[in-house]
């Protein structure tokens, strides 16, 4: 059996950092993937889908050009053309990825891993016997998958896809029905209703996108012109291409289209590789790890999206150097003083326009009890904003603070490039910064950006 320092299940971007950290400090490190190392952010998730939407976006600014002085003619989507560009950074990037982990010292092991224990892992990997591997430590960061809820006439049916099947589409749509009007069903949407389908989301909650301030997501919804939101309707049951809904109030309907996205969330990958038969502790369908992303199981530890904590890769990689922080300290007889704060992790939602946010929304801060103030400034402040997107192009700012001590809770934006200085605000949520912190900081001019400083300074 072969000894490792510590052995990785999983090489989505928790398990795939982790090794590369831990390897960098010498330790020995397997890493073991059963499909793409990248896992789903770099095959399946983030980057493909981020790929499309700049396609979505060159397609718009391109139509939208002769306002801006630059007439192109007629302009058209080559889809194939797009996926094969998708297709392309995956597949670089996957490459380079490898690379880099091969170069830094970690093994890449394929096959599905299983826990035989908390210190060992059997690879089937197709051989006749499994490779077996034993560790001083254990990462698990198997990560998760889409949720097919039991809809009547769902299973089997080529015209309901997943996340996955709409990345391989061959045609884009030309009325696609989105289920579930969370982050990924709301970035479908927006891609391609960009490209011309006639888009529907369906959404059980009276609001899309439950991560957002309720504000932000309704000014969203209305920015996304040509998409139909059917908001506290509920999905009965799929015939064919044809959705059956029921709304809240009762009424019955039904529509067609060509294509059907599910999208009405994602479970952690608890099962298939032994986290019952080792004893591991699984809460709220997730497995459960302390701040220090520590299991009950000495000697292992959980991150990413397995631990139900967050579903975002870059949380993923915040787990990933807390354990690795924690396992170096442990071998050293020490403890780290490291932990993963779920609070300060923001996130982003790369439609067109885009949105991100960090903290407590409004709601949420109320209903923990905080007297607050909020803030709320228009993107038009900006110079660079009005001359890159327009008068009229949609776009806003909204700051919460608690009232005495002027405490940033929460920054949630909607506009161009959020996704690019929402990490400004979680900076500044992360050290429990004041405003006077964003006021007496000085922003480059002229960049979206200074919004942040207009509406730090207009609370005054
Ligand atoms: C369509 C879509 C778009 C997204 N966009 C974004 C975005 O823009 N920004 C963002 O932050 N997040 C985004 N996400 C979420 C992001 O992809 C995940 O949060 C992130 O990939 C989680 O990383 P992870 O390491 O926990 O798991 P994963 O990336 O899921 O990786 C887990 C890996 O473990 C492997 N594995 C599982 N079990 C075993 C086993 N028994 N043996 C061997 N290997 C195993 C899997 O094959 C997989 O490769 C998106 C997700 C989707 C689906």
Request: aromatic share 6%; hydrophobic share 45%.
């Amino acid at each position: 059996m072969a000894h490792y320092d510590v052995v990785i299940l999983g090489a989505g971007p928790g398990g795939y950092l982790a090794a590369e950290r831990l390897a960098a400090e010498k330790l020995k490190v397997a890493l073991i993937e059963k499909t793409d190392v990248g896992g789903t952010c770099l095959n399946i998730g983030c980057v493909p889908t981020k790929t499309f939407l700049n396609s979505a976006k060159l397609y718009a600014h391109a139509r939208e050009g002769t306002a801006f002085g630059v007439e192109t003619g007629d302009v058209r989507v080559n889809w194939p053309r797009v996926v094969a560009w998708k297709d392309e950074v995956v597949t670089r990037l996957r490459r380079s990825l490898e690379l880099t982990l091969k170069k830094g010292g970690v093994e890449i092991v394929r096959g599905q891993g299983k826990l035989t224990g908390a210190h060992s892992v059997a690879v089937e990997n197709g051989a006749s016997e499994p490779v077996l591997l034993d560790a001083d430590s254990i990462i698990v960061a198997t990560g998760s998958s889409p949720i097919i809820p039991p809809i009547p006439g769902v299973k089997g049916n080529p015209a309901v896809l997943d996340s996955t099947g709409m990345l391989s589409l061959k045609d884009i749509p030309q009325r696609l029905c989105v289920i579930g009007g969370g982050v990924i069903g709301v970035e479908f949407a927006s891609l391609f209703s960009s490209l011309g389908s006639k888009v529907t989301v369906i959404e059980m909650m009276d609001e899309i996108v439950p991560v957002m301030d309720k504000q932000m997501a309704m000014m969203l919804r209305n920015a996304l012109k040509q998409v139909a939101f059917m908001l506290g309707t509920k999905v009965t049951s799929v015939d064919g291409r044809n959705v059956v809904y029921e709304t809240n109030g009762g009424e019955k309907g039904s529509l067609e289209a060509d294509a059907i996205l599910m999208s009405v969330g994602r479970k952690a990958n608890i099962e298939g590789w032994g986290a019952q038969e080792t004893g591991l502790e699984i809460k709220n369908r997730a497995v459960a790890t302390d701040a220090h992303q520590r299991t009950n199981l000495p000697g292992l530890w959980a991150i990413g999206d397995v631990t139900g904590k967050s579903q975002l890769a870059h949380a993923a990689y915040r787990m990933a150097e807390v354990a690795v922080a924690d396992i170096l300290a442990a071998r050293r007889g020490e403890r780290s003083v490291q932990e993963f704060v779920p609070e300060t992790v923001p996130w982003a939602l790369f439609s067109l326009p885009e949105a991100a946010g960090v903290g407590y929304t409004e709601h949420e801060a109320k209903a923990k009890g905080y007297d607050i103030d909020v803030i709320r400034t228009p993107y038009g402040v900006s110079g660079r904003f009005i001359a890159e997107n327009g008068f009229s192009a949609p776009g806003s700012i909204k700051i919460i603070l608690e009232k005495t001590s002027e405490r940033i809770l929460g920054v949630h934006m909607l506009g161009a490039y959020a996704s690019e200085h929402i990490w400004g605000a979680a900076l500044a949520l992360e050290r429990k910064l004041p405003l006077s912190a964003l006021q007496n900081m000085v922003f480059p001019h002229p960049t979206v950006s200074e919004v942040i400083r207009e509406a730090a300074w207009s609370a005054r």
